[in-house]
């Protein structure tokens, strides 16, 4: 998945567009995460080093850029029809 691509995933039962979080997806976070600890101390840092580097990425990074897609949608005119030229 890249920055931006918020159609995988699966999707509340109720269509709402909640994504509902699984064991299988808490699994594979935490073994993406365990790969980068080993990665860090191979380079010498520490695990709090890590963690507090995943960290700030992922507040900088990822949750603003999520934040942000819930807040444009209700900002964009619910009258515009596309023509196709836009951008």
Do not use: C, Y
């Amino acid at each position: 998945m890249t920055l931006g691509d918020e159609t995988s995933g699966a999707r509340g039962a109720e269509g709402n567009g909640v994504r509902q979080q699984t064991p299988e997806l808490h699994d594979l976070i935490d073994t993406k995460i365990e790969a980068l600890i080993e990665d860090a101390h191979a380079g010498g840092w520490s695990t709090d080093d890590a963690l507090m580097a995943i960290e700030q990425v992922v507040a900088r990074r990822w949750l603003r850029h999520r934040d942000a897609v819930q807040v444009a949608p209700p900002a964009l005119n619910q009258n515009f029809v596309s023509d196709g030229n836009e951008g």
